[in-house]
């Protein structure tokens, strides 16, 4: 079942000559606006019952304006946004708190603002009260509260009855870690029965952990919907765009995307992974010695080279990641034509599964800076068990046990 | 319309926590608390009633209450504060609350009902201090009192209808609320208030005809002092104004509600 069809939405900040021109129109005079900005234009995306979607786009993509349209809030100059069900929205947690009121009232005003009434709410008040988990604070004044209670309330008040779309902006940090895992208890909770999520935020990690899909903003359109690990490699790719340097993805062998940017000043020739006897390999073993090999060519002068990779599981979440600006192996004065061959040697301690390994080639310790290649899935392996006995997770960790 | 009837209705709730959490958080930690919203006004009378009632204290017909001045006061401000503070309340409600609404999705209609609501309660606590008053200086309460029920819809009326109007502009053009408060100021003193309207001189009775609080503030006067029903041919004219000033509200209020959240 569709609970949200976004159609073709639009947003358009419209500017008069004067605002008397605004009103004239409101008298159904027509009158034309000089100026249309226009924010948002072309969304069109439908979400179903315990989907889960991360919204992604740098600062001014327009990501809230397109939440504000779908809380209704914000009306659409063109299109259509149809819901079909209660949407609650942590957006900016704590609104409309008075500080002199106790949490209990408080409460009692949000969630009324939320459009239950009192008996309703009589009834979620002691889930409200023991999810927050304040004690006696809660019939104490929101002045005396520290902001980490305050959020505390305010999200068991925001997620106290189950919405049908739940809209999660950046703010997944409610609290301290305790209160961060209850949390996201809840909202996984809340997916089971059939919620769906909208989360928004810039963290990877958080996206790629909760979401099936993403969409990616830029410039007011979708740039991109699909896999979130697709979807993230785009969206850093984008972010470490310098000008004139080019995005491209590439469709790997195995239906993935490879995302490839940068300035171009240096490229990456070939990135291959060696075992202990100096061939070539794709499947490794745990623990194995293995060498990750990098050949960089050098396209113009350049002051000074940073080489970094990073090994990320198959949702793409982060393993291990340095570059040689850490590892204390930064060339300088590079001249045109150069072929250098990095040679990174660890042991693979690695638990059971398939790996990628994205490559940066950049001025500084960030890639941020100057880049002149950055490219996701430069190289899949995979991890097997050969000889070490059964364990769980993305790495090994060998003990020693004693019972005492 | 219906709509927003229903908007209401469902956010009953909301509307009468905020009027409730309002007053309480306006007087948390002072210790007179709700006091202060009658001792406010009657410092007003007082202040006018030291300064003037030695001048127009003997010009008063038709009562033989020496405290003749201070009851007048009392009534014309009774019925100007309820008027001020709608006007006042409605006309930044949408720019103090500009957060709230681009952040919550709620019937928008309500923020104007919550000051409504706010400004009733408090003009009922000032009523019942005037009626102590008015028993500690000698003036019995009477039947003719009952009119202030329809008098006090009246003013509401009136006050949503230029509140509104005037609400709603105020978010597109910022000098309507800078300008509000001298014009209240000048309305305030074009009223029979703290004077009686024999002492106005005749080139001036037409300007003051023309003001819709004029037989408000008088048909308070005739209830609360003189003890007699107000004068219906002229309340009838300020109902048709209100409820035609309301109408206007309203319907600026629906057509530039989607462009106010733009703006804001």
Redesign the interface.
């Known amino acids: 079942m569709t609970l949200l069809a976004v159609t073709n939405v639009g947003k358009a900040y419209r500017s008069y000559r004067s605002e008397w021109q605004r009103m004239a129109r409101w008298f159904y005079m027509p009158v034309k606006a000089t100026e249309e900005h226009w924010v948002l234009k072309h969304i069109s995306f439908s979400l179903g019952a315990g989907e889960a979607i991360g919204l992604v786009g740098q600062n001014g993509a327009g990501k809230s304006t397109l939440l504000k349209m779908i809380t209704g809030t914000l009306q659409p100059s063109e299109g259509k946004v149809q819901v079909n069900g209660r949407i609650a929205a942590i957006l900016e947690l704590g609104m409309g708190f008075n500080p002199e009121l106790t949490g209990r009232q408080n409460v009692y005003h949000a969630a009324g603002l939320m459009g239950f009434n009192v008996n309703e709410i009589n009834g979620a008040i002691d889930d409200i009260e023991a999810f927050a988990e304040i004690g006696e604070y809660f019939d104490h004044a929101v002045r005396t509260y520290s902001s980490g209670m305050q959020m505390r309330v305010a999200f068991s008040v925001a997620t106290a009855f189950r919405p049908e779309i739940l809209i999660i902006d950046e703010a997944l940090s409610v609290g301290d870690s305790y209160f961060q895992h209850k949390s996201f208890g809840r909202i996984k909770e809340y997916q089971k029965a059939g919620t769906t999520l909208l989360i928004v935020s810039h963290d990877r990690g958080s996206i790629q952990a909760l979401c099936s899909r993403a969409i990616l903003l830029d410039g007011g359109t979708i740039i991109k919907d699909g896999p979130p690990e697709e979807v993230m490699d785009y969206y850093n790719a984008i972010i470490a765009q310098k000008e004139n340097s080019v995005v491209e993805v590439n469709t790997l062998a195995d239906g993935g995307r490879q995302t490839k940017s940068g300035s171009g000043k240096a490229s990456i020739e070939s990135v291959t992974l060696y075992n202990a006897e100096n061939a070539p390999v794709e499947y490794i073993a745990v623990g194995e010695d293995v060498c990750l090999t990098i050949k960089v060519k050098i396209n113009v002068e350049l002051p000074e080279l940073v080489v970094g990779y990073v090994i990320k599981d198959r949702l793409g979440q982060d393993v291990f990641g340095t570059n040689t600006h850490h590892l204390k192996c930064v060339r300088t004065d590079l001249q045109q034509g150069e072929v250098l061959t990095y040679q990174f040697r660890f042991p693979a301690m690695l638990g059971v599964g398939s790996y990628s390994v994205a490559v940066a080639l950049h001025a500084t310790d960030s890639h941020i800076a100057d880049n002149y290649e950055w490219r996701d899935l430069a190289l899949l392996f995979n991890v097997v068990n050969m000889s070490k006995g059964s364990f769980v997770g993305l790495a090994w960790i060998p003990p020693t046990v004693e019972c005492k | 319309m219906f709509g927003m009837l229903r908007g209401i209705w469902?956010?009953?709730?909301?509307i009468v926590?905020?009027i409730k959490?309002e007053f309480?958080?306006r007087f948390?930690?002072s210790k007179l608390g709700g006091l202060w919203m009658i001792i406010h006004p009657l410092a007003q009378v007082a202040i006018y009633a030291l300064i003037l009632s030695n001048v127009l204290g003997a010009r008063l017909p038709g009562i033989d209450n020496k405290y003749a001045y201070a009851l007048y006061l009392i009534a014309g401000i009774l019925a100007w504060n309820l008027f001020a503070e709608i006007v006042g309340r409605c006309l930044t409600v949408f720019i103090e609350q500009g957060?709230?609404?681009?952040?919550?999705?709620?019937p928008r209609i309500a923020l104007p009902i919550i000051v409504v609501g706010s400004a009733l309660l408090n003009n009922l606590l000032l009523f019942a201090a005037v009626l102590i008053i008015f028993a500690a200086l000698g003036h019995a309460p009477n039947m003719q009192m009952f009119w202030l029920i329809p008098l006090t819809f009246t003013i509401v009326a009136l006050a949503v209808g230029v509140g509104l109007v005037l609400g709603v502009?105020n978010v597109?053009?910022r000098d309507i609320g800078q300008v509000m408060p001298i014009v209240l100021q000048v309305w305030f003193w074009f009223t029979p208030i703290v004077y009686s309207i024999n002492i106005v001189p005749d080139y001036l009775r037409g300007t003051l005809d023309s003001n819709p609080m004029y037989p408000i503030v008088a048909a308070y006067h005739n209830v609360l002092v003189y003890k007699v029903p107000p004068d219906f041919a002229q309340i009838g004219v300020v109902v048709l104004i209100a409820l035609g000033l309301m109408l206007l509200g309203l319907?600026?209020f629906r057509?530039?509600s989607?462009?106010m959240?733009?703006s804001l």
Do not use: Q
């Open positions: 469902d956010y009953r709730g909301f926590t905020s959490n309480v958080a948390a930690r957060n709230l609404m681009k952040k919550m999705r709620f502009l597109f053009i319907f600026l057509r530039a989607a462009e959240v733009d």
